[in-house]
């Protein structure tokens, strides 16, 4: 079972591996960050995000990302013929009109400061995506390759924590945070001096989030579903340092 201490040689592999990929975003434009929450709040449970973004844009009532051009009945009925599912367009709506009277800023802050309730999984997605690279999503992928690694059971034995909350699923809010912990802390312990861009990886886990999502993600041309739901361990950098990929008989 691979030491903790290869976690870091795990990142340094894959890092080096996918840091032409790497887009780590810097405070966007007002209306890019609008554009960002809503891709966050759509891409919850399904593919083919960008996509819908850009038939949005290619409408001819699409006014521009801004708060104020969706808290109207026009951007209503754009999210109604895009996005088509009602928890999602109301949440959008909700807090575009939320943005659109406290500003971008204060909607930010009261965000972080948990005074807004989008779902944990889009809080993280999003507040990473626009740069604050401390907050670290979680996605199904992560069980998958924590437990392949061997670097679930590894934390588990040495924080002595009980498993329970990791098997419960993502949809549990003890599970995705028992994760997102692990994730942070590895990070934190683990990774410090290891840079991208002159950030430090443990201040910046989000970037190990990019990272990762690259080596097991399927989504999008950029992801490359190395370590995805049928692993392709004869092509991965870091079997050797995998419990399952050592394993692995070409």
């Known amino acids: 079972m691979p030491a903790l201490a290869d976690f870091r040689n795990v990142v340094s592999i894959l890092l080096g591996e996918y840091e032409d990929h790497l887009k780590v975003n810097r405070r966007p434009r007002d209306t890019m960050i609008f554009?960002?929450?809503?891709?966050?709040v759509v891409t919850q449970a399904r593919r083919g995000v960008e996509t819908t973004l850009q038939n949005i844009e290619k409408d001819n009532n699409f006014k521009g990302w801004s708060p104020i051009?969706?808290?109207?009945?026009?951007?209503?009925?754009?999210?109604?013929?895009?996005?088509?599912?009602?928890?999602?367009?109301?949440?959008?709506?909700?807090?575009?009109?939320?943005?659109?009277?406290?500003?971008?800023?204060?909607?930010?802050?009261?965000?972080?400061?948990?005074?807004?309730?989008?779902?944990?999984?889009?809080?993280?997605?999003?507040?990473?995506?626009?740069?604050?690279?401390?907050?670290?999503?979680?996605?199904r992928y992560y069980p998958p390759f924590l437990a392949r690694t061997g670097f679930l059971y590894k934390y588990l034995d040495e924080k002595k924590l009980d498993p329970g909350p990791f098997m419960r699923g993502l949809g549990d809010g003890d599970c995705y945070n028992a994760y997102k912990g692990?994730?942070?802390?590895?990070?934190?312990?683990?990774?410090?001096?290891?840079?991208?861009?002159?950030?430090?990886?443990?201040?910046?886990?989000?970037?190990?989030?990019?990272?990762?999502?690259?080596?097991?993600?399927?989504?999008?041309?950029?992801?490359?579903?190395?370590?995805?739901?049928?692993?392709?361990?004869?092509?991965?950098?870091?079997?050797?340092?995998?419990?399952?990929?050592?394993?692995y008989s070409t």
Request: aromatic share 6%; charged share 35%.
């Open 35 to 40: 554009r960002t929450f809503v891709s966050s």
């Open 69 to 139: 051009a969706f808290a109207t009945p026009e951007g209503e009925k754009l999210l109604k013929k895009y996005v088509g599912h009602k928890s999602k367009i109301n949440k959008i709506l909700e807090q575009s009109k939320r943005m659109a009277d406290q500003g971008l800023k204060e909607w930010i802050e009261d965000l972080r400061n948990d005074k807004i309730s989008i779902g944990q999984k889009t809080k993280d997605d999003f507040l990473k995506e626009i740069g604050l690279l401390e907050y670290f999503p979680i996605d």
């Open 182 to 247: 692990m994730m942070i802390d590895l990070c934190k312990r683990e990774l410090k001096g290891l840079k991208h861009n002159g950030l430090d990886l443990s201040d910046n886990p989000g970037i190990v989030d990019m990272i990762i999502w690259r080596h097991c993600a399927a989504e999008d041309s950029e992801a490359f579903e190395i370590c995805g739901k049928s692993p392709r361990c004869s092509e991965c950098k870091i079997k050797a340092l995998c419990n399952y990929g050592a394993n």
